[in-house]
């Protein structure tokens, strides 16, 4: 069934490069100034003859791309109040993303995945709406910034297409069992603190006593990664060791912790002091709860070692309330906030909850090396006047869908509220009983949807459940992501040619 989709949110990031998932932004949209950035270009130290910054498989990515998107990190930067590292330092930062970047691009190629004009149009409206702004005052603040339009588009773009390409490689093969789910839930009754924590940790002052909270209130967190490569020998590990130490040693010492992340840090979201954003508290692993289960607000923990390298870890944000994350951008970030809060709401509510649940029908074309995009929109729109002009829709459905519903006339049974993916859930959401939608793009292909009827039931301990699923969901989706994306680098040829460790890091 492709309805089934516990990760619910599809790009909703109020700027470039500043998006949910920390995903950035693309090396070929251009700032403002590309005259000022040529010339900066040519009296940079780093420089090479053949102007190639990186190669990525076939894929050039050159140096005045690269100068271009430093500019651009340098606004964000400043734009997010964090002190910008020196200029060689940052070039290289933002060359690690723009291999990653590039890497992304090429599995959505693989996968004939794309983002058309169509969805990042309906993207931006979203943003503005959820900001409380229209479209033209979104883009007036955009421009304030210092980054143009059509940069802002195109980063959105990539963002839009990251969150796609994991999707179909990450969060498809994500399975949440019954079992666990029954084991979430009991843990809930289990009073204050973190499930598993209780003892101090090394990153916790001295004398305080620890800051207990609800498993399911919302925590934010941001982290320094000192990413250490699988192949790495025990001289190298320590080496890696050594620069997390001098990184806590720097924070220790009195310098923003944002500021040395956009310096060091080899995580995603490092040009955005690296921040992790906010979720109820279960919804991190394990091994960041124990860190930070101690800590405060604006606390740093001590260093922490996963199979990824070292981490160190601040608390953003804590408990209920407004939770603004602390390398805050303008406009906001919608969405992760109020659903983390909504989730903690959820589960510490009683009595009936009342749901509208709606029973429909659907016909999905895919999109594969056969059939494109716009050729699934076109026999879908085609289906759509068959059934206007009398035929049965399920009989269609039959026929025509891909979807494993097919058997079924494309019946998807009683759905709730979140248990489809935000794309098919407005467009069913718009739909009157016996109206049938327009084409529906989701990352699973093209939909045509009708909806049967609707009713309101007493949803609570389904709605539990499936809060539940999500958040151990969320759990899980991180760091399989960083894995899948180990394997693409692997896989892949990197030529870094400012950064060789970069290049060591990308063939792990």
């Not at 969060?171 to 789910?181: L, N």
């Not at 979807?403 to 467009?427: H, I, K, M, N, R």
Request: with cysteine; aromatic share 4%.
């Amino acid at each position: 069934m492709f309805v089934l989709s516990v990760k619910r949110r599809l790009a909703v990031c109020a700027m470039p490069v500043l998006g949910l998932l920390a995903v950035m932004g693309v090396g070929h949209a251009q700032p403002n100034g590309p005259a000022s950035a040529t010339g900066q270009a040519a009296q940079s130290p780093t420089r090479f003859v053949d102007g190639i910054a990186a190669v990525v498989n076939k894929q050039v990515i050159t140096l005045y791309q690269l100068e271009q998107e430093l500019k651009a990190a340098k606004a964000q930067l400043a734009m997010q109040n964090i002190q910008a590292p020196d200029d060689d330092t940052l070039r290289r930062q933002v060359l690690q993303r723009m291999i990653t970047e590039e890497l992304i691009r090429q599995e959505a190629r693989r996968l004939n995945v794309g983002v058309s004009d169509a969805q990042l149009d309906q993207a931006v409206a979203n943003i503005a709406q959820r900001n409380n702004m229209s479209e033209a005052q979104l883009r007036a603040e955009i421009e304030k910034s210092g980054v143009t339009w059509d940069y802002y588009r195109q980063s959105l773009r990539q963002e839009i297409l990251t969150d796609l390409v994991r999707q179909r490689e990450v969060d498809s093969r994500i399975m949440i069992s019954d079992g666990e789910v029954d084991a979430f839930l009991r843990s809930q009754s289990v009073t204050g603190g973190f499930v598993g924590g209780g003892q101090p940790t090394a990153g916790a002052p001295a004398g305080q006593a620890p800051a207990q909270a609800s498993p399911m209130q919302p925590l934010g967190l941001a982290q320094i990664l000192i990413q250490v490569p699988e192949s790495a020998s025990p001289s190298q590990v320590e080496e890696y060791r050594r620069e997390a130490q001098d990184a806590l040693a720097r924070i220790k010492a009195g310098a923003d912790f944002a500021a040395v992340a956009a310096a060091v840090s080899d995580g995603p979201g490092a040009l955005e002091g690296g921040d992790m954003g906010v979720r109820p508290a279960q919804g991190w692993p394990d091994l960041f709860l124990q860190a930070v289960q101690n800590l405060s607000a604006n606390e740093v923990s001590d260093i922490i070692r996963s199979g990824n390298g070292f981490h160190i870890l601040k608390v953003t944000t804590r408990g209920p309330g407004p939770q603004q994350s602390a390398q805050q951008q303008m406009p906001p970030p919608p969405e992760v906030d109020s659903r983390a809060n909504e989730m903690a709401a959820v589960f510490q509510s009683e009595g009936p909850m009342m749901v509208t649940q709606t029973r429909a029908r659907h016909i999905l074309i895919k999109i594969d090396q056969a059939t494109s995009d716009e050729r699934a929109r076109t026999r879908l729109e085609d289906i759509r006047q068959r059934v206007l002009a009398g035929e049965d829709f399920a009989d269609l459905a039959r026929r025509y869908s891909e979807d494993a519903s097919a058997p079924l006339g494309g019946d998807l049974g009683w759905l709730s509220p979140g248990e489809t993916v935000p794309p098919f859930e407005q467009a069913m959401d718009n739909l009157q009983p016996g109206e049938i939608s327009e084409p529906v793009r989701t990352p699973f292909g093209w939909h045509l949807i009708t909806v049967q009827e609707r009713r309101t039931e007493d949803m609570e301990e389904e709605f539990k459940r499936m809060r539940a699923r999500e958040v151990l969901f969320e759990r899980q989706v991180g760091p399989a992501f960083d894995d899948w994306l180990g394997r693409v680098r692997a896989q892949a040829y990197i030529d870094n040619r400012l950064d060789p460790r970069g290049n060591q890091l990308n063939r792990n």
